[in-house]
């Protein structure tokens, strides 16, 4: 379950690094009105990246970092950021929703109340 987790924790920061860059190039290419909507979904999974770290805090586990992929600086545009976006999110919530039928086999603890909370 450790290893599960800190796997997620990856895609939970990477998920920070899309949405900082999405924002970014918005930013860049004068396309206001998303820079703030991709800042607030940053936001959101630096939330979600500190659930998980502060749960291995909490249990005085080890919280193994791993290299995290660069994400695309460069979109064809807004409808390709939104259509990343949403396979994007498709994705992690697959993750999230392997983590929980993991947790099937797992007694309740407090593993379980952190994905409990994820969503």
Known sequence: MTDALN?????????VYLYMSMSAY???SRLKVFVNWFMVQYQEEMTHAMK???YFYSQG???????INQPPTEFESPL????????HEQFVT???NDLVDLMVFVPIGAATML????T
């Open 61 to 67: 586990q080890q919280i193994k970092l791993i290299a």
């Open 80 to 87: 390709d950021m939104f259509e990343k976006t949403l396979k």
């Open 94 to 96: 697959k993750s999230i």
């Open 115 to 118: 994905l409990r909370k994820r």
């Open 7 to 15: 796997n997620q924790l990856n895609k939970e920061i990477y998920s």
């Open 52 to 54: 998980i770290y502060d």
């Open 26 to 28: 918005s930013s860049y």
